[in-house]
Every structure is written in C-alpha cells, then in structure tokens.
C-alpha cells in the first residue's frame, strides 16, 4: 500500500469509527460490524457530496469498498467519485465493472453501474456503445440519471425528439431533479414553448438553490451551471450564457469536462466561433 494510500484508509477508518465500527490494529472485526453501517457509509459520502466535502465523500467511499467489497453499491458510489471528482476514468470503469459483477448485487446498482460505463464511453465519443449501456440500464431500472444522460447523447447527435422524451422522462422519476428541469427547459426552447422553458428554468435553479443568474451561497452542482448556460444560448442570451459558464468554470469540478464537449454540445452550436467563447474556453481548457 502505498503512503497516499496508507493515509487515505486511515482516514477512512477514523470516519467510520464515528459510525460505529470498531477497528483493531487496522483490520474490522466482522462480528462487531452493525448491520446497517454501509447503508451509514454511502450516506455519509452523499452527505459530503452535498455540502462540497469531496474529500470526506471520498474517506467514506473508499472505506466501503474495503469493508464491503462484495457489495455492488459500494462499488458504483466509488466508481462515480472516481468519475466525477477524481477524474479518473479508468479507475471508474474497472469500479463500475466490479459493480456488475459484484457477488451481492441489486437492480439499482447495475442499473446506475451500466449509466456509469455509457457516459465513459460517450466522453470517448464512443456514441454506440454508450447509448447500448444507457438502454441496458433503463432495461434493469429506470433511472433519471440514465434518461438525463440518453437526452443529453440524443441532443448532441440533433435529435431532438428523442432528447425530449429522455429529458421529460427524467422529470416524471424525479421532480426534484434540477438538470433534469433544465434539459427540459432546453427543449421546450427548441419547440418554441418560451413560456414553458422559462418555468422550467426557474424551478430548475430554485431546486438547485441558486438565482436565475446563477448566484448561489451553498453547495452547487456544477452540471447545473453547466446546463444553465447553455440553456441561455439555445435562448441566444450570450451574456447569460458567458456569466453561467464563468460560475461554471469556478467550481472545482469543471475538469470532468474536456473542450470536445463544448465544441460538440448543441447548446453552444451558436458561440463556437464567438471569440469571447473561445476565450473562455482557452482560459481553463488544454
């Protein structure tokens, strides 16, 4: 084990401690682990993930996989850190491939594991095999993530239509989901439903926690911001759209994101050859 590693297990195990567990000379007894401490681990993780905590999310997922490696949920909440916040897709993929054949499984966990393996594969603009794992994964169990992400593929390929049954199908599982809220928004743009794709924009950001401008005193995901501005370019609203991707560009988080994918997304189709865009874009981007 290397040092970084060392430390990481440790500080892993000090968390879990507060949960309950008792560590002996650094290995878990399995007759004193509570039945219910994983479900304490992931909830600990998404809690960190929710106040901006990403190296306390990270404690938490890294001592559920060591704790409970046969478990498909500690491995597609390990997988999607090492996604998101790590930026480490490879990692993320053999993560997600131990989900699928993790001995101790669930539906939700090969459904958000499946996802998971799509969205690598369409940041590897691998369009075919994402969209046969997305649909793999909604075969398993319908998630809204899985519907935000076949919207957000069948959007950058310009179909549109089949963006919006995704986008508005995400909505329908989950109300609360703000980027869901927005693709809609976008669509509903694109279909010339202006009042429509306002509200939706409005609900999106209150959910969020944010202003319709974007400022925001809590925790933010930075997708929503994403999402936001290009919601104000499909409008044609450059101005909107720069600030948004500034506040975007300010997250830590932003680096998930290569250059490819503002230079492909629809939503920015009318700033490519802006050069306040380019610059933005040069500002923070390889």
């Not at 498909?72 to 790590?86: D, L, M, N, P, S």
Request: aromatic letters at 8%; proline letters at 3%.
């Amino acid at each position: 084990m290397s040092n970084v590693a060392a430390k990481l297990f440790v500080a892993a195990c000090c968390a879990v401690s507060a949960a309950g567990i008792s560590i002996i000379f650094g290995r878990v007894t399995a007759d004193v682990v509570p039945r219910d401490s994983l479900a304490v681990l992931l909830q600990q993780g998404v809690a960190a993930e929710q106040r901006g905590d990403i190296a306390a999310a990270g404690d938490a997922y890294a001592c559920a996989v060591r704790l409970y490696p046969h478990d498909a949920a500690t491995w597609t909440h390990y997988a999607e850190y090492q996604r998101f916040y790590v930026h480490d897709d490879r990692a993320a993929e053999a993560s997600f491939g131990r989900a699928l054949r993790a001995r101790k499984s669930d539906a939700q966990s090969r459904a958000f594991a499946l996802r998971g393996l799509g969205d690598i594969a369409l940041k590897r603009r691998d369009d075919m095999t994402a969209i046969q794992c997305f649909t793999e994964s909604l075969d398993i169990q319908p998630l809204p993530d899985t519907h935000r992400s076949l919207a957000h593929t069948y959007g950058t390929r310009g179909s549109f239509e089949q963006a919006a049954v995704h986008a508005e199908a995400a909505v329908a599982l989950d109300p609360e989901d703000a980027i869901a809220w927005l693709l809609c928004a976008s669509m509903q743009r694109r279909a010339g439903k202006n009042k429509s794709a306002e509200d939706s924009y409005r609900r999106a950001m209150a959910l969020a926690g944010c202003d319709a401008d974007g400022s925001h005193t809590g925790h933010v995901h930075c997708c929503v911001l994403l999402n936001a501005a290009g919601y104000h370019a499909v409008c044609g609203d450059k101005d909107a759209a720069l600030g948004m991707l500034k506040k975007f560009f300010e997250t830590p988080n932003h680096r998930h994101l290569a250059r490819e994918h503002f230079m492909s997304d629809p939503d920015f189709a009318e700033l490519r050859g802006d050069p306040a865009f380019v610059a933005l874009l040069d500002m923070h981007l390889p």
